[in-house]
């Protein structure tokens, strides 16, 4: 069974510096990987979606890798601003159907 | 503008009662996901569909049951054999082959 380990669980940093959340996976043999934001008792939106075929995606400040042999993802956040603050869960999927196994998320406060 | 609504947005449950959380999308969407998540934890998959009528259990599909006679409705029943049911429940959709994954606003249900 898939296992999705993100570290760290809670980061602090202040505003303006770049950063890298990252995700482990056991089963390398995934059909994509998608990082989602959460907001405090909120849904998620998705911020970068990643094929297995692929090894990055950006969108704006943000960056994703993926190394599939390693079973590794990271995403870099360049200079962090207090509305980047929220939860970043890394999810992946599965051959054959697209439900998706996720980590428990890494907590993220930029202070200004 | 297309999107999934859920409702309600808070649900107390006394024990021994079942309960029914809705999930609407107008996305034209053929794929539809119930997630549960946790304080801490990452998403667990209850049930998932791909088309009208059918529907698979997820990973944690005890206690819970699912229709879809509509392809914009995915109504989740937690019901009185689910002994811990307090938790915070996501409803997804996307196209069959995955893209455009797109979450609700989230239903937090608690047993009183």
């Known amino acids: 069974k898939q296992e999705v380990t993100q570290i760290p669980a809670a980061l602090s940093v202040p505003e303006g510096e770049n950063l890298v959340l990252n995700c482990s996976f056991t089963?390398?043999?995934?059909?994509?990987l998608q990082w989602f934001r959460q907001d405090p008792g909120k849904g998620l939106t998705s911020l970068l979606l990643?094929?297995?075929?692929?090894r990055e995606q950006t969108s704006g400040r943000l960056n994703a890798s993926l190394d599939k042999s390693s079973g590794r993802s990271t995403l870099y956040i360049a200079a962090s601003q207090p509305g980047d603050s929220a939860t970043y869960l890394c999810a992946v999927s599965d051959r054959g159907f697209n439900k998706f196994y996720f980590g428990s998320g890494t907590k993220l406060n930029v202070k200004p | 503008d297309g999107g999934i609504t859920q409702s309600p947005k808070y649900l107390f449950r006394k024990e021994g009662q079942n309960v029914t959380l809705s999930c609407e999308q107008n996305l034209n969407h053929d794929a539809m996901y119930w997630y549960r998540q946790d304080p801490g934890q990452g998403l667990r998959l209850i049930y998932y569909?791909?088309?009208?009528?059918?529907?698979q259990k997820g990973d944690i599909a005890e206690g819970y049951s699912v229709s879809r006679e509509k392809k914009e409705s995915f109504p989740l029943t937690v019901t009185s054999a689910q002994k811990n049911p307090t938790a915070f429940y996501l409803c997804?959709?996307?196209?069959?082959?995955?893209?455009?994954?797109?979450f609700g606003s989230g239903t937090r249900l608690t047993v009183v």
């Open positions: 990643i094929q297995s075929s692929q």
């Open positions: 569909s791909q088309i009208v009528n059918d529907f």
């Open positions: 089963d390398s043999a995934i059909y994509n």
């Open positions: 997804a959709s996307s196209t069959e082959q995955g893209a455009g994954y797109t």
